[in-house]
C-alpha cells in the first residue's frame, strides 16, 4: 500500500512537472513567432520573493485592494525587531494570539480573532503563497515555522480571504513574503546574532542578477540552549532561487528548500516545579526531528496589456519524528521518567497547481474593473504512525508499533472574483469559490479495507471598500469560509463509524472598519467583526462532534508621529516626513469567543484572551538610528472547554493569569555596508505561562524569560 501511494505521489509530481515545463516552452515559442505588438511591458524579472522596496509597494498593494481586514510589517520594521523567530513579530498584529512552545518559533501556534492558536489549525500558514503546514486538508497542525531570517514582509488577511485561499481561513491567513535576489551581478548578505540563553545564528545570502538571469543561494544555521533546561536545538537551512527572463512578457523561476531540524522539547511543568524555577525541565530524552524538502516552478505570462497569466507548481516532503518518555503516572505529581517512550511518526507528500487568469477592463463608464479566475488541484499523502518504545531513549527501529495509517486527499477547486468600480472612490468585490475534496483512509496495521469520503462545498462572498482620502479607505465584507475534519477527527481509530461522515466546518464572517495611512506619521487601523461558526469539529474522549461557536469583538491599531502631529497643529506641514520622528504606538484586541449550544453553552474557548494590547514608543532618525521600548498584554485565558478556575495538582487544567511583557530593541546603521541591532527582551524578567498539556508532556510551559541580544548585518 504505500508503494502504491508513492507512485501516486511520484506520478502527480512528474505529470505536473511536465505539464507545466510544456506550457512554458509552447507559450514562449508562440510569442516569439507572433509580431511584436506596441504594448510596453516591465523589462524586469519577476522573482520568487521580493527585493525590500518591492516588499514595501506589494504590502501597500494589498492594503488598498484588499475589501477587508488586512495587517502588514513592512521590511523596516523586521529589520528593527531583529527577531529570533517570528512569534515576537506576529503578537504585536492586532486580533492575533500567540502562544510560545518553546521559544524557537518552530512550531507555530497562531490564532486569529477568537480561534484556538494550538498548532494553528483555524489559520493558513503561507510562505510566498506557498503553504508550510504538513497538509492543507489530511493534517493542518503546524509542525513547522519559517525561519525569521527568511522573511522581509508579512501579510495578514483576517476577513475575506477564503475565496482566494481556499480552507481553514475562518480565522485567516498568514503570508509571509521572502527577499529576493540582488539586482547587481553579485551581493552578499552577511547575518550574525547572538544572545544571553546561548542561542547563535550565521546566514549568508549570495545572489545576482546579470542579463536574463537572476540567482540566489542562501544558508542558514542556527542553535543553542534555549532559556532553560532540555531546550538544546541546531536548525540547518539551505534555499536556491533560480529565474529566467524569455522576452518581456515571459518570465519563470524556481526555488529549492532543505530543512532539518533536531531539537529537544521539555515538556511541562507541576505548578509547583513552574513557581520555584520555571526554566526547569522533567524531559530529559525527548527530542523531535523535523525535515522539509520543497521545491516549487512559478511562471508569469503578461498575455496583452490588461490580461495577465500565472501558474504555480509546488511540491514538498514533511517528516516530522517526535518521541517524548513516558512518564509512570501521567496523572499524578509523580515526575519519575518510565523506561519507555511514545514514538509519533509523520511523513507527508504535497503536491499542488495553482494556475490563474487576471484581465482588467472598463465596463461603461466604470473603468479599471478586475476579474481573478483561479484554480488548484491539490493531492497529498500521509504515513502516519505510532509506537512504544522498548527504553525511554529508544528511536523507530526499538519500538512495539500500537498504529500504522496511510491517508490521502485529492482536491480540485474554483474560484472567481471580480472588484467591480462602481466609481473612482468606490469598489464591490464579489465572489465564489467551490472546493471538491476525496479523502481515503487505510489501517495498514489492522489490514482493513480502504475507507473513503468525499464532499464539496461552495464559497461566497461580497466585499465593499470606499476610498476617501490618500492611502485611507472603509470596507465592510460578508464571507463563508469552511475547514475540512481532518484525519484526525473524521478517522480517528477510536471514533463509531456512525460519526465519519462528520459536516465540514463552516463559518460567515462578518467585519468592518477603517484603514487610513493619509500622512508618514499617521496610521490607523480598527475595525470589528463577527464569526458564526457552524459544525466546528471538536474531539472529546475518543468520540469527533460537530459543535457551534460565536466570536465577536474589536482590533485596532495606531501609529501616530508625535513630531509630525506637532508641525500639522502649527500648520507649518502636515505632511511632514523629516529625519527626526518619535512614534507612539497603540493596539487592542478585544473578543468574546463562546460555545453556542451543547454541554459548554457559553463558556469561552480554550486558549484565547478576552483583550490583549500592546504599545510602544519608538525614536527614529532617518535609516540611521532606531530606538524602541514596547510592550504587550495578554489577558487571563481558559485552557479547557469547561472553564475550570482552579489550577489541578499536576498543572493540566486551570486559568492562566494574565501577564505584560516590555523590550527594549535598538538599530544603527554604521555605514552603507554595516548595521548592528542590540536590545533586550522581556526587561523585567516576567514569568507567566504560555499553555497547557496533558498525558506525557502534562504540566505548564512557560514563556521565555529576560534575554540580551546583539547582532550585526553586512551587505557587500
Given at each position: 500500500?504505500?508503494?502504491?501511494?508513492?507512485?501516486?505521489?511520484?506520478?502527480?509530481?512528474?505529470?505536473?512537472?511536465?505539464?507545466?515545463?510544456?506550457?512554458?516552452?509552447?507559450?514562449?515559442?508562440?510569442?516569439?513567432?507572433?509580431?511584436?505588438?506596441?504594448?510596453?511591458?516591465?523589462?524586469?524579472?519577476?522573482?520568487?520573493?521580493?527585493?525590500?522596496?518591492?516588499?514595501?509597494?506589494?504590502?501597500?498593494?494589498?492594503?488598498?485592494?484588499?475589501?477587508?481586514?488586512?495587517?502588514?510589517?513592512?521590511?523596516?520594521?523586521?529589520?528593527?525587531?531583529?527577531?529570533?523567530?517570528?512569534?515576537?513579530?506576529?503578537?504585536?498584529?492586532?486580533?492575533?494570539?500567540?502562544?510560545?512552545?518553546d521559544g524557537r518559533g518552530t512550531k507555530p501556534d497562531i490564532g486569529l480573532r477568537g480561534l484556538d492558536p494550538i498548532r494553528s489549525q483555524y489559520v493558513?500558514?503561507?510562505?510566498?503563497?506557498?503553504?508550510?503546514?504538513?497538509?492543507?486538508?489530511?493534517?493542518?497542525?503546524?509542525?513547522?515555522?519559517?525561519?525569521?531570517?527568511?522573511?522581509?514582509?508579512?501579510?495578514?488577511?483576517?476577513?475575506?480571504?477564503?475565496?482566494?485561499?481556499?480552507?481553514?481561513?475562518?480565522?485567516?491567513v498568514v503570508n509571509l513574503i521572502s527577499r529576493s535576489p540582488s539586482r547587481d551581478p553579485f551581493a552578499a548578505?552577511?547575518?550574525?546574532?547572538?544572545?544571553?540563553?546561548?542561542?547563535?545564528?550565521?546566514?549568508?545570502?549570495?545572489?545576482?542578477?546579470?542579463?536574463?538571469?537572476?540567482?540566489?543561494?542562501?544558508?542558514?544555521?542556527?542553535?543553542?540552549?534555549?532559556?532553560?533546561?532540555?531546550?538544546?536545538?541546531?536548525?540547518?537551512?539551505?534555499?536556491?532561487?533560480?529565474?529566467?527572463?524569455?522576452?518581456?512578457?515571459?518570465?519563470?523561476?524556481?526555488?529549492?528548500?532543505?530543512?532539518?531540524?533536531?531539537?529537544?522539547?521539555?515538556?511541562?511543568?507541576?505548578?509547583?516545579?513552574?513557581?520555584?524555577?520555571?526554566?526547569?525541565?522533567?524531559?530529559?530524552?525527548?527530542?523531535?526531528?523535523?525535515?522539509?524538502?520543497?521545491?516549487?516552478?512559478?511562471?508569469?505570462?503578461?498575455?496583452?496589456?490588461?490580461?495577465?497569466?500565472?501558474?504555480?507548481?509546488?511540491?514538498?516532503?514533511?517528516?516530522?519524528?517526535?518521541?517524548?518518555?513516558?512518564?509512570?503516572?501521567?496523572?499524578?505529581?509523580?515526575?519519575?521518567?518510565?523506561?519507555?517512550?511514545?514514538?509519533?511518526?509523520?511523513?507527508?507528500?504535497?503536491?499542488?497547481?495553482?494556475?490563474?487568469?487576471?484581465?482588467?477592463?472598463?465596463?461603461?463608464?466604470?473603468?479599471?474593473?478586475?476579474?481573478?479566475?483561479?484554480?488548484?488541484?491539490?493531492?497529498?499523502?500521509?504515513?502516519?504512525?505510532?509506537?512504544?518504545?522498548?527504553?525511554?531513549?529508544?528511536?523507530?527501529?526499538?519500538?512495539?508499533?500500537?498504529?500504522?495509517?496511510?491517508?490521502?486527499?485529492?482536491?480540485?477547486?474554483?474560484?472567481?472574483?471580480?472588484?467591480?468600480?462602481?466609481?473612482?472612490?468606490?469598489?464591490?468585490?464579489?465572489?465564489?469559490?467551490?472546493?471538491?475534496?476525496?479523502?481515503?483512509?487505510?489501517?495498514?496495521?489492522?489490514?482493513?479495507?480502504?475507507?473513503?469520503?468525499?464532499?464539496?462545498?461552495?464559497?461566497?462572498?461580497?466585499?465593499?471598500?470606499?476610498?476617501?482620502?490618500?492611502?485611507?479607505?472603509?470596507?465592510?465584507?460578508?464571507?463563508?469560509?469552511?475547514?475540512?475534519?481532518?484525519?484526525?477527527?473524521?478517522?480517528?481509530?477510536?471514533?463509531?463509524?456512525?460519526?465519519?461522515?462528520?459536516?465540514?466546518?463552516?463559518?460567515?464572517?462578518?467585519?468592518?472598519?477603517?484603514?487610513?495611512?493619509?500622512?508618514?506619521?499617521?496610521?490607523?487601523?480598527?475595525?470589528?467583526?463577527?464569526?458564526?461558526?457552524?459544525?466546528?469539529?471538536?474531539?472529546?474522549?475518543?468520540?469527533?462532534?460537530?459543535?457551534?461557536?460565536?466570536?465577536?469583538?474589536?482590533?485596532?491599531?495606531?501609529?501616530?508621529?508625535?513630531?509630525?502631529?506637532?508641525?500639522?497643529?502649527?500648520?507649518?506641514?502636515?505632511?511632514?516626513?523629516?529625519?527626526?520622528?518619535?512614534?507612539?504606538?497603540?493596539?487592542?484586541?478585544?473578543?468574546?469567543?463562546?460555545?453556542?449550544?451543547?454541554?459548554?453553552?457559553?463558556?469561552?474557548?480554550?486558549?484565547?484572551?478576552?483583550?490583549?494590547?500592546?504599545?510602544?514608543?519608538?525614536?527614529?532618525?532617518?535609516?540611521?538610528?532606531?530606538?524602541?521600548?514596547?510592550?504587550?498584554?495578554?489577558?487571563?485565558?481558559?485552557?479547557?472547554?469547561?472553564?475550570?478556575?482552579?489550577?489541578?495538582?499536576?498543572?493540566?487544567?486551570?486559568?492562566?493569569?494574565?501577564?505584560?511583557?516590555?523590550?527594549?530593541?535598538?538599530?544603527?546603521?554604521?555605514?552603507?555596508?554595516?548595521?548592528?541591532?542590540?536590545?533586550?527582551?522581556?526587561?523585567?524578567?516576567?514569568?507567566?505561562?504560555?499553555?497547557?498539556?496533558?498525558?506525557?508532556?502534562?504540566?505548564?510551559?512557560?514563556?521565555?524569560?529576560?534575554?540580551?541580544?546583539?547582532?550585526?548585518?553586512?551587505?557587500?
Amino acid at each position: 500500500m504505500k508503494l502504491a501511494h508513492a507512485c501516486k505521489v511520484l506520478t502527480a509530481h512528474i505529470s505536473l512537472l511536465i505539464l507545466s515545463c510544456i506550457f512554458i516552452s509552447t507559450t514562449v515559442k508562440a510569442e516569439d513567432k507572433t509580431a511584436k505588438t506596441d504594448v510596453e511591458v516591465s523589462e524586469e524579472v519577476v522573482v520568487y520573493g521580493k527585493q525590500l522596496d518591492e516588499v514595501d509597494t506589494k504590502i501597500k498593494l494589498a492594503r488598498e485592494k484588499h475589501a477587508g481586514s488586512i495587517s502588514t510589517v513592512s521590511p523596516k520594521e523586521i529589520e528593527f525587531q531583529k527577531a529570533s523567530n517570528l512569534g515576537e513579530i506576529l503578537v504585536r498584529i492586532p486580533g492575533l494570539t500567540y502562544v510560545d512552545e518553546d521559544g524557537r518559533g518552530t512550531k507555530p501556534d497562531i490564532g486569529l480573532r477568537g480561534l484556538d492558536p494550538i498548532r494553528s489549525q483555524y489559520v493558513q500558514l503561507l510562505h510566498d503563497g506557498i503553504p508550510t503546514q504538513p497538509s492543507m486538508y489530511s493534517e493542518q497542525a503546524a509542525y513547522y515555522g519559517v525561519p525569521a531570517e527568511r522573511v522581509s514582509g508579512i501579510e495578514v488577511y483576517k476577513g475575506g480571504s477564503s475565496i482566494l485561499f481556499g480552507p481553514n481561513t475562518t480565522g485567516g491567513v498568514v503570508n509571509l513574503i521572502s527577499r529576493s535576489p540582488s539586482r547587481d551581478p553579485f551581493a552578499a548578505i552577511l547575518d550574525t546574532r547572538f544572545d544571553s540563553y546561548g542561542d547563535y545564528l550565521g546566514n549568508m545570502f549570495l545572489s545576482g542578477t546579470k542579463g536574463k538571469v537572476s540567482y540566489g543561494l542562501e544558508y542558514m544555521h542556527k542553535g543553542g540552549e534555549g532559556f532553560g533546561e532540555n531546550r538544546d536545538y541546531g536548525i540547518d537551512d539551505l534555499e536556491a532561487t533560480l529565474a529566467y527572463k524569455f522576452n518581456a512578457r515571459h518570465s519563470v523561476n524556481a526555488h529549492f528548500q532543505y530543512y532539518d531540524e533536531v531539537s529537544e522539547t521539555p515538556g511541562g511543568l507541576l505548578p509547583t516545579q513552574f513557581q520555584s524555577d520555571p526554566q526547569q525541565s522533567n524531559k530529559t530524552h525527548d527530542e523531535f526531528f523535523g525535515k522539509r524538502i520543497a521545491g516549487d516552478i512559478r511562471t508569469s505570462h503578461q498575455l496583452i496589456a490588461n490580461q495577465r497569466f500565472e501558474t504555480l507548481f509546488y511540491s514538498y516532503y514533511f517528516q516530522r519524528n517526535w518521541f517524548i518518555q513516558n512518564y509512570n503516572n501521567n496523572n499524578t505529581t509523580d515526575v519519575s521518567l518510565a523506561n519507555s517512550n511514545g514514538q509519533f511518526l509523520r511523513d507527508f507528500n504535497v503536491v499542488g497547481f495553482e494556475p490563474k487568469y487576471v484581465i482588467n477592463y472598463d465596463l461603461g463608464s466604470t473603468r479599471n474593473n478586475e476579474l481573478t479566475i483561479g484554480t488548484r488541484i491539490y493531492y497529498d499523502t500521509v504515513d502516519r504512525s505510532s509506537g512504544t518504545g522498548n527504553t525511554g531513549t529508544s528511536r523507530e527501529d526499538d519500538a512495539v508499533l500500537t498504529s500504522q495509517e496511510e491517508l490521502g486527499t485529492m482536491t480540485y477547486a474554483a474560484f472567481i472574483q471580480n472588484e467591480f468600480k462602481a466609481t473612482d472612490r468606490l469598489s464591490i468585490v464579489p465572489g465564489i469559490r467551490y472546493e471538491y475534496i476525496d479523502q481515503n483512509r487505510t489501517n495498514v496495521l489492522t489490514n482493513a479495507a480502504e475507507e473513503t469520503y468525499n464532499y464539496d462545498i461552495f464559497i461566497p462572498g461580497l466585499g465593499i471598500k470606499y476610498t476617501f482620502a490618500k492611502d485611507s479607505l472603509v470596507y465592510a465584507n460578508a464571507t463563508r469560509s469552511f475547514r475540512p475534519p481532518t484525519f484526525s477527527d473524521s478517522f480517528n481509530p477510536a471514533t463509531n463509524a456512525s460519526n465519519f461522515n462528520l459536516a465540514p466546518s463552516t463559518a460567515w464572517i462578518y467585519e468592518g472598519g477603517i484603514r487610513a495611512n493619509p500622512h508618514d506619521w499617521l496610521f490607523a487601523d480598527l475595525g470589528v467583526f463577527y464569526t458564526d461558526f457552524k459544525d466546528q469539529v471538536v474531539v472529546s474522549a475518543g468520540t469527533a462532534a460537530n459543535f457551534d461557536t460565536r466570536a465577536y469583538g474589536f482590533e485596532s491599531a495606531v501609529q501616530l508621529g508625535l513630531i509630525g502631529l506637532s508641525k500639522a497643529i502649527s500648520n507649518a506641514n502636515k505632511d511632514y516626513s523629516g529625519e527626526h520622528e518619535i512614534y507612539f504606538q497603540v493596539g487592542a484586541t478585544l473578543v468574546d469567543s463562546t460555545f453556542v449550544g451543547g454541554s459548554f453553552d457559553g463558556n469561552d474557548l480554550p486558549n484565547v484572551p478576552n483583550e490583549t494590547f500592546t504599545f510602544g514608543l519608538l525614536y527614529e532618525y532617518g535609516d540611521t538610528f532606531n530606538l524602541g521600548f514596547q510592550g504587550r498584554h495578554t489577558g487571563a485565558r481558559f485552557t479547557d472547554n469547561a472553564n475550570t478556575v482552579q489550577e489541578n495538582s499536576i498543572g493540566t487544567i486551570g486559568e492562566l493569569v494574565e501577564y505584560t511583557v516590555f523590550d527594549l530593541k535598538s538599530r544603527f546603521k554604521i555605514s552603507k555596508q554595516l548595521s548592528m541591532n542590540a536590545g533586550i527582551n522581556n526587561i523585567f524578567d516576567e514569568i507567566y505561562g504560555t499553555q497547557r498539556r496533558t498525558g506525557s508532556q502534562k504540566g505548564i510551559f512557560t514563556g521565555p524569560t529576560r534575554s540580551f541580544y546583539i547582532s550585526a548585518t553586512l551587505n557587500y
